[in-house]
């Protein structure tokens, strides 16, 4: 009998106090006239991928839980600045709201460079090229140009000068949940990082 597949991403999860200034930052633009226009990411789900993996037979989670630990020990625990907001592909037509990574890139990328060799040997065929660290807030892209815009706009101007910092400590494989409402996102395997 096939093993079940799961959806799986490597994460870094954000503390509490981390989510409660992102929703300071957030909320209003949401809450604005024009933010039931976007699909947003509920706050309490909020996370920094590290690696996604999607759908995964679950008899690798043993593995996967492995590749977890062998990256997580190369990688000292470090500061996370959050800090500004931006969108994908650009800002003249958003399809992705985000809030930006000021501090931290490069022990997240190590991370993500760390899992590289435990997956290849499991057989997943990985993507190396280097991704951009960010926050994904919300999504436009079944929304009008001139409204993903404004939401943009408001979502910039409420995230200039703001900024919000986090100790990274621990990697995470998560189980990503879909259907019947929101995405609900179940930890599979902390692993500490160094130090």
Do not use: K
């Not at 043993?62 to 592909?89: K, N, Q, T």
């Not at 435990?118 to 929304?143: M, N, Q, S, Y």
């Not at 979502?155 to 879909?178: I, K, M, N, P």
């Amino acid at each position: 009998m096939a093993e079940a597949l799961l959806r799986l991403f490597f994460a870094v999860p954000l503390p509490a106090e981390t989510l409660d200034a992102c929703r300071a930052v957030i909320d209003p633009v949401r809450q604005g006239p024009m933010g039931r226009s976007a699909r947003w990411v509920r706050t309490e789900n909020l996370h920094l991928t590290v690696r996604f993996l999607g759908d995964t037979d679950e008899s690798l989670i043993e593995a996967l839980a492995e590749a977890a630990r062998e990256a997580a020990a190369g990688v000292a625990a470090f500061d996370v600045e959050l800090a500004g907001a931006g969108a994908f592909p650009d800002g003249r037509h958003p399809r992705t709201l985000w809030i930006g990574v000021e501090r931290g890139n490069a022990e997240l990328e190590a991370l993500d460079l760390g899992l590289v060799a435990p997956l290849r040997r499991l057989g997943f065929d990985v993507d190396e090229r280097p991704r951009r660290a960010h926050l994904t807030i919300a999504r436009t892209d079944a929304t009008r140009p001139a409204v993903s815009h404004a939401l943009g706009q408001s979502l910039w101007a409420g995230a200039d000068g703001w900024s919000s910092t986090f100790r990274a400590d621990h990697l995470v494989l998560y189980r990503s949940h879909l259907g019947g409402g929101a995405p609900r996102y179940e930890p599979i395997v902390e692993a500490p990082l160094r130090g």
